[in-house]
């Protein structure tokens, strides 16, 4: 069973940082895509940053030029640095991801999601 487990979300003041990250773990052949999303209270889940196989990254544009998605194949792991956060990036984030578990059919996967809050 494939599972993607988020870490290092929490309380910081505006303009702080954090950087959270998203560890895969279980049957896994290969990971394709993964994405960072998050939902704020009484909104839709949006996408904040994407990073492909080949490293290709894209942001929301309310992130762009503050955040910093990366990945690490050979621990399963994404990262996303957040920089210069605004109260308005609090939310629950979750990581995304397309995997390869069986060598055969690429599945979905959502982690559990981690609370970030902004505020002084």
């Known amino acids: 069973q494939v599972q993607l487990v988020e870490s290092g979300g929490g309380l910081v003041q505006p303009g702080g940082s954090l950087r959270l990250s998203c560890a895969g773990s279980g049957r896994i052949f290969s990971i394709n895509v993964m994405n960072w999303y998050r939902q704020a209270p009484g909104k839709q889940r949006e996408l904040v940053a994407r990073?492909?196989?080949?490293?290709?990254?894209n942001y929301a544009d309310s992130v762009l030029g503050r955040f910093t998605i990366s990945r690490d194949d050979a621990k399963k792991t994404v990262y996303l640095q957040m920089n210069s956060l605004k109260p308005e990036d609090t939310a629950v984030y979750y990581c995304?991801?397309?995997?390869?578990?069986?060598?055969?059919?690429?599945?979905?996967?959502w982690g559990q999601g981690t609370q970030v809050t902004v505020s002084s």
């Open positions: 990073i492909t196989s080949g490293r290709s990254a």
């Open positions: 995304n991801a397309d995997v390869l578990s069986d060598g055969i059919l690429w599945r979905n996967y």
